[in-house]
């Protein structure tokens, strides 16, 4: 079996994945990176997109993020997601319901941190919209 | 010596209180192995989250740009309490505990002169503060753990922290909550919630690299600060989470607790009022018997 690197992937109300994988693919803040085993150490800001789970040249899992931190040393992988849940979970109709539902939000918000907020679940509502269409 | 109707008026509502504490009893049972477990899985967030900050703040702590989440704003005169309590009561003495914590660390704080603010998160908080200290509180959320605890909700209050914060009202903030230890035992706990504790891993971090055991030097992207920005903020939201999280289970489980001895009491009571009832009805047989017997005696 090929080396490994420890994944995990952590929401606030629990741990999500915590599992040996070859290689995962992070939607970072700067463009996606993969992490391999031996990565070097580093910290980065995770946009809302998509995490891919790769063995054996494969994509095994896709699991959706809202936004987070990934931190990365030699042999370990830790994504803390402000929200986070498999692909697989979702319709594209509910993603699509999600968005419009944000974006109403938007038009509605009274004050400026309830558009700020409203304005930031659209930006995850869409790039969900996108990795279900996928 | 009460009346059998009195007696009578008396067991049954003690009946139907033991019915109502036994049910509550029941709900904040199942409520409790729910709120116990969502307590438990804000842990590993909680502790991951230490872990990066203490890697980055043990490098950017000190320097002149360090952020003010990180650093404080170099005084420690204004204090905002964010006391975190239940919204409901019947749950024993949870709330008593931390109110009476916050009045002595008030107390404390004022003493120093420091001035003192508070943001009572739970309506139990407010109602017990306000006597003493209505003018320090500036205000309540109560909407929220109505089943559970959402991190939507915790957001909204840590938001209004930040946004205190940024708005320079005050330079430390400290929360105060209830940590779940077993439904039995919960534990008024203090937290300083800005600045950042810097825990004293950090510094140990330093001192192995001294020993000439390199510690992991991070790439970050985008930058060091750039990254704190966005952490220290969501730091403070996970924190308020899992103290909200803490207390809701804590709640739960005093509340069970409280409503097991009360629904143990209230069978004890009812039993000696059975008892009660039961002699009275025989004293006054007894006694009309007497009075027809030497009613017909007399004749």
Known sequence: MAETTEFELVSPDRLLVSEAVEMVVVPGLEGDFGVLPRHAPMLSTVRPGVIDIHEGGQVKTRLFVAGGFAEVTEDRCTVLAEEAFTLDDVAPDAANERLRSARDDVAEAGDAFAKARAEKAVSVAEALVAAVSR | ?299
């Open chain 2, 1 to 299: 010596m009460p009346s059998l109707k009195d007696l009578r008026s008396r067991i049954s509502s003690v009946k139907s209180t033991r019915k109502i504490t036994s049910a509550m009893k029941m709900v904040a049972a199942s409520r409790l192995r729910k709120a116990q477990e969502a307590a438990e899985s804000s842990r590993p967030f909680a502790e991951r989250m230490d872990r990066m900050l203490g890697t980055l703040a043990g490098s950017v702590v000190g320097l002149p740009g360090a952020p003010r989440l990180l650093a404080g704003t170099g005084e420690t005169q204004r204090h905002l309490l964010v006391v975190v309590s239940s919204n409901r009561g019947l749950c024993g003495g949870l709330n008593s505990n931390i109110a009476r914590n916050a009045r002595v660390l008030i107390r404390e704080l004022q003493a120093d002169g420091k001035d003192v603010q508070i943001l009572c998160v739970g309506r139990k908080a407010r109602d017990l503060l306000k006597r003493d200290h209505q003018k320090l509180i500036i205000d309540t959320f109560e909407d929220w753990g109505r089943r559970t605890v959402s991190y939507g909700e915790a957001e909204q209050v840590a938001q209004r922290v930040l946004d205190m914060f940024d708005d320079d009202q005050f330079d430390v903030c400290t929360l105060i909550y209830n940590r779940f230890r077993s439904a039995i035992s919960q534990i008024p706990t203090r937290q300083q919630l800005i600045p950042f504790p810097v825990p004293s891993g950090a510094n140990d971090n330093e001192a192995d690299t001294a020993g000439g055991e390199p510690a992991a030097i991070y790439e970050f992207e985008p930058s060091e600060e750039g990254i704190l920005a966005d952490l220290l903020p969501l730091n403070v939201k996970t924190q308020v989470f899992r103290a909200m999280t803490e207390n809701y289970a804590s709640e739960q489980g005093a509340r069970m607790t409280a409503m097991d001895n009360a629904t143990r009491n209230a069978g004890d009571m009812l039993g000696d009022l059975t008892l009660q009832y039961n002699r009275t009805r025989q004293a006054m047989i007894t006694k009309e018997l007497i009075e027809i017997i030497s009613g017909a005696e007399a004749l």
